[in-house]
């Protein structure tokens, strides 16, 4: 077995070999992550060579929110939660408070307005709707039980009954209408200080809709704010690893390194990676136990 140091010493020369073509044929598949330590070495490894590849590629991405943020604000965006600031709050299948890099101040926020500690103090006030039982339904003063579709569905009737919009409503969603109009009142009467919160597994549409419906209900900028997407997260998984692959059959790619992922196993299966992988004269894998 190669140790680091055998590594280095061959790592040495093969990389200056791309020296004198600033990176050209090299290209770097990694695990797609946000880290600003990474961020820093990737920015070192392209200024070397400004003209290899990087592609970041996650099998399991849903890419929705990125998307939905992209149709809503003409950018792909980050969005962030202040519940401190929300007195009325709708999850469509999100588990906030267990689920993302936020989640452990979304439950430390969300508790800090739930705590009654004086007759007549007042508490904020959580809907959830989700397919299957979460952290966060069960925390819940109301939560009805729905399929992705028809969470969906119940997007689209919310935006009409807040005026957002006149969207058709699928027939035999099984959308209850006296509900959705209940849910619009309350959040509606704490206006600047409610918020509705889209889940992974909803599409982009929805999440371009939750958008909307928390600028009409004053949210944004208080309750909901945003900033910019790195490069890497913005872009789809599924168009880096297919630009990947068709640099490889163009054999436009010498030197393969990958980290932290194992494409041979789980890259789409319609690319045929393994056929374009095994046309690299040299391939490197670090990260990955399987890979």
């Given at each position: 077995a190669?140790?680091?140091?055998?590594?280095?010493?061959?790592?040495?020369?093969?990389?200056?070999?791309?020296?004198?073509?600033?990176?050209?044929?090299l290209?770097?598949?990694?695990?797609?992550?946000?880290?600003?330590?990474?961020?820093?070495?990737?920015?070192?490894?392209?200024?070397?060579?400004?003209?290899?590849?990087?592609?970041?590629y996650?099998?399991?991405?849903?890419?929705?929110?990125?998307?939905g943020?992209?149709?809503a604000?003409?950018?792909?965006?980050?969005?962030?939660?202040?519940?401190?600031?929300?007195?009325?709050?709708?999850?469509?299948?999100?588990d906030?408070?267990?689920?993302?890099?936020e989640?452990?101040?979304?439950?430390?926020?969300?508790?800090?307005?739930?705590?009654v500690?004086?007759?007549?103090?007042?508490?904020?006030?959580?809907?959830?709707?989700?397919?299957?039982?979460?952290?966060?339904?069960?925390?819940?003063?109301?939560?009805l039980?729905?399929?992705?579709?028809q969470?969906?569905?119940?997007?689209l009737?919310?935006?009409?009954?807040?005026?957002?919009?006149?969207?058709?409503?699928?027939?035999?969603?099984?959308?209850?209408?006296?509900?959705?109009?209940?849910?619009?009142?309350?959040?509606?009467?704490?206006n600047?200080?409610?918020v509705?919160?889209?889940?992974?597994?909803?599409?982009?549409?929805?999440?371009?809709?939750?958008?909307?419906?928390?600028?009409?209900?004053?949210?944004?900028g208080?309750?909901?704010?945003?900033?910019?997407?790195?490069a890497?997260?913005?872009?789809?998984?599924?168009?880096?690893?297919?630009?990947?692959?068709?640099?490889?059959?163009?054999?436009?790619?010498?030197?393969?390194?990958?980290?932290?992922?194992?494409?041979?196993?789980?890259?789409?299966?319609?690319?045929?990676?393994?056929?374009?992988?095994?046309?690299?004269?040299?391939?490197?894998?670090?990260?990955?136990?399987?890979?």
């Amino acid at each position: 077995a190669a140790t680091w140091d055998d590594f280095k010493a061959w790592g040495a020369g093969h990389f200056e070999g791309f020296d004198a073509a600033r990176g050209r044929g090299l290209a770097f598949l990694v695990d797609k992550k946000t880290s600003p330590t990474r961020n820093a070495l990737k920015a070192r490894l392209m200024e070397r060579w400004p003209e290899a590849t990087w592609h970041a590629y996650s099998a399991s991405e849903r890419s929705g929110a990125a998307e939905g943020a992209r149709a809503a604000f003409g950018a792909p965006a980050r969005v962030h939660y202040n519940l401190r600031e929300a007195e009325r709050v709708l999850s469509l299948d999100a588990d906030f408070v267990v689920d993302g890099p936020e989640a452990l101040i979304h439950a430390r926020d969300l508790a800090s307005t739930r705590r009654v500690r004086h007759a007549g103090d007042e508490m904020s006030r959580l809907y959830v709707l989700e397919s299957c039982p979460s952290a966060t339904g069960s925390m819940a003063d109301h939560r009805l039980r729905m399929s992705p579709s028809q969470i969906s569905a119940f997007a689209l009737a919310l935006a009409n009954a807040l005026g957002v919009g006149r969207y058709s409503v699928p027939e035999g969603s099984g959308i209850d209408q006296e509900v959705v109009s209940q849910i619009a009142e309350d959040l509606l009467a704490h206006n600047g200080h409610s918020v509705v919160i889209p889940g992974p597994s909803q599409p982009a549409p929805v999440h371009a809709l939750c958008h909307a419906i928390n600028s009409a209900l004053s949210a944004m900028g208080t309750v909901v704010t945003t900033t910019p997407m790195s490069a890497d997260e913005a872009r789809g998984s599924v168009d880096s690893i297919r630009e990947l692959t068709e640099a490889m059959r163009a054999g436009s790619v010498d030197t393969l390194v990958c980290v932290d992922t194992n494409p041979l196993f789980d890259a789409p299966a319609d690319l045929n990676f393994a056929d374009a992988f095994a046309t690299i004269p040299t391939t490197i894998d670090h990260g990955c136990r399987d890979g």
